[in-house]
Every structure is written in structure tokens, then in C-alpha cells.
């Protein structure tokens, strides 16, 4: 069974850094594309980062580029989010998410963990 | 950046109804589309990807057509545990979600 287990939330003060971190597990995870997508409280989804399989290659929107880097570590199954410079609308649920072998959908999600930035 | 229009943004129909969603890019998205459905407090689920193709385990009301900039997700005959939000994420150019429909019981 496929699980994406986040961890690393919480609450951070404006202009400071959080790390989070995503285990995988069910599935040959250095096989897989993976991503960062968030949702502030009661808005819709915002794909934040997606890492290639070797984590060579590495995609933002220009919303984070350059405050946000995704990587990974496939010894350890694991996927990263460090996130540099917050701003209170950086505030939001941030799910794992893992691409799928056929597209760029997103065929397994993790439950989420949130995000406050604020003073 | 590719734009998505979801319509509408709130519906409500009765168990039993035929049930049409709407999505619009803001240009040619080739079918790289994809649907999903967030049920209150869960993370998001793949239903359909690349159009019309029902993801493994999604029963078969879900369907999805389209091509061009418009793009429609339809549930056959809607159920009370359809109840949820759906969403829209193309994957042509720089991805992007359309902001949501959120579908409830009448």
C-alpha cells in the first residue's frame, strides 16, 4: 500500500525557515517524480514543487522560486520542502504528493500538514 | 501561465441527477487534464487523468471529456457520498489548478 506521511509543521514566525519532510513507503520511491502542493485555510490547491526521480531537475512556480526548494533523499525514501523567508500567505496545508509513472498527475497523496506563519 | 475557470462554483442537485462540471483554460491545454475530489478534512483524490481515463478503483458514474480549452467532469447518476469539492489541475504548461466546484445534496 502507497503511503506519504508528512511531517515538520507548524507554527514560524514571518521571515524565518521550516523544513518539512515526506515519508514514502509502499512503492519503489526513486522511481517516482514527486510534489509539494498546498491549500491555504478554505482556498483551493496550489502546486508548490515537483522533483525529478535522480533530483537532478527541480520546478516552482514563480510564487516560491527562489524562497522554497524541494529534494530527496531515495536511500531514505524521503521528500523535502525547505522553505525559506516565509510570509503569512505561505500559510497552508502542505501535501505530498507522488506523480504518476504514465503523466504528471498526481496519483497518491499524503494527509497534509499545516503551515502558520504569523507573528 | 495557464488560467482554469471552474463552473459553477457552488451546485447543488439531488441524489439520482446527472451531474456536469465545467472547466476552462485559459488556452489549449492539448487534454493534459486532470480531475480530483477533496472530501471535507481529507487530501485531494485522483478520479480522472489525461482527460477521460477513471483512475483505478473510481466507479464508472465519474466520467470526463473534452479537448481544447473546455473540459467537463460528469457523474451519471450522483450518490450522498459524492458530496465533496472537485478540482480541475492541468499539466500541459506550468501546473495549475482551477479554483473548485463544490458540489452538495439539494
Known amino acids: 500500500e502507497v503511503q506519504l506521511v508528512e511531517s515538520g509543521g507548524g507554527l514560524v514566525q514571518p521571515g524565518r525557515s521550516l523544513k518539512l519532510s515526506c515519508a514514502a513507503s509502499?512503492?519503489?520511491?526513486?522511481?517516482?517524480?514527486m510534489a509539494w502542493v498546498r491549500q491555504a485555510p478554505k482556498k483551493g490547491l496550489e502546486w508548490v514543487a515537483t522533483?525529478?526521480?535522480?533530483?537532478?531537475?527541480?520546478y516552482y512556480p514563480d510564487s516560491v522560486k527562489g524562497r522554497f526548494t524541494i529534494s530527496r533523499d531515495n536511500a531514505k525514501s524521503s521528500l523535502y520542502l525547505q522553505m525559506n523567508s516565509l510570509k503569512s500567505e505561505d500559510t497552508a496545508t502542505y501535501y505530498c504528493?507522488?506523480?504518476?509513472?504514465?503523466?504528471?498527475?498526481?496519483?497518491?497523496w499524503g494527509q497534509g500538514v499545516m503551515v502558520t506563519v504569523s507573528s | 501561465d495557464i488560467q482554469m475557470t471552474q463552473s459553477p462554483p457552488v451546485l447543488s442537485a439531488s441524489v439520482g441527477d446527472r451531474v456536469t462540471l465545467s472547466c476552462k483554460a485559459s488556452q489549449n491545454i492539448n487534454k493534459n487534464l486532470d480531475w480530483y475530489q477533496q472530501k471535507h478534512g481529507e487530501a485531494p483524490k485522483l478520479l480522472i487523468y489525461y482527460t477521460n481515463n477513471l483512475q483505478t478503483g473510481i466507479p464508472s458514474r465519474f466520467s470526463g471529456s473534452g479537448s481544447g480549452t473546455d473540459y467537463t467532469l460528469t457523474i451519471s447518476s450522483l450518490q450522498p457520498e459524492d458530496v465533496a469539492t472537485y478540482y480541475c489541475y492541468q499539466y500541459n504548461s506550468g501546473p495549475s489548478f482551477g479554483g473548485g466546484t463544490k458540489l452538495e445534496l439539494k
Open positions: 522533483i525529478s526521480t535522480s533530483g537532478s531537475r527541480t
Open positions: 509502499g512503492f519503489t520511491f526513486s522511481n517516482y517524480y
Open positions: 504528493a507522488r506523480h504518476a509513472d504514465y503523466s504528471s498527475s498526481l496519483d497518491y
